[in-house]
């Protein structure tokens, strides 16, 4: 079992950037496939990046070009680097292990509110 951790989140305006921190347990860390979803109030789960253990990427249209992912296999560190944010990237945002390539996730953690204002 994998425990997860995130940091990193907060109130920012519109355009600005914020990086996202996740502190995983475990031994076999750099054998997942690790994650970041998000979920709004009221809406629905949603999927933003994965990397894969060797670190091929892939993310959701709504961040692509804005958002990047990034791992430290030796530091059990996952990273979202988030540019240019808009005001409908807020949410809370949820580091988790991929359980199926690249957005079906079987853990995650606590989550870490980001709110982008206009």
């Known amino acids: 079992q994998v425990q997860l951790v995130e940091s990193g989140g907060g109130l920012v305006q519109a355009g600005g950037s914020l990086r996202l921190s996740c502190t995983a347990s475990g031994r076999t860390f750099g054998s997942y496939a690790m994650g970041w979803f998000r979920q709004a109030p009221g809406k629905e789960r949603e999927f933003v990046a994965a990397?894969?253990?060797?670190?091929?990427?892939n993310y959701a249209d709504s961040v692509k070009g804005r958002f990047t992912i990034s791992r430290d296999n030796a530091k059990n560190m996952v990273y979202l680097q988030m540019n240019s944010l808009k005001p409908e990237d807020t949410a809370v945002y949820y580091c988790?292990?991929?359980?199926?390539?690249?957005?079906?996730?079987?853990?995650w953690g606590q989550g870490t509110q980001v709110t982008v204002s206009s």
């Open positions: 988790a292990r991929v359980s199926r390539w690249p957005s079906r996730f079987d853990s």
């Open positions: 990397i894969t253990s060797g670190g091929s990427t």
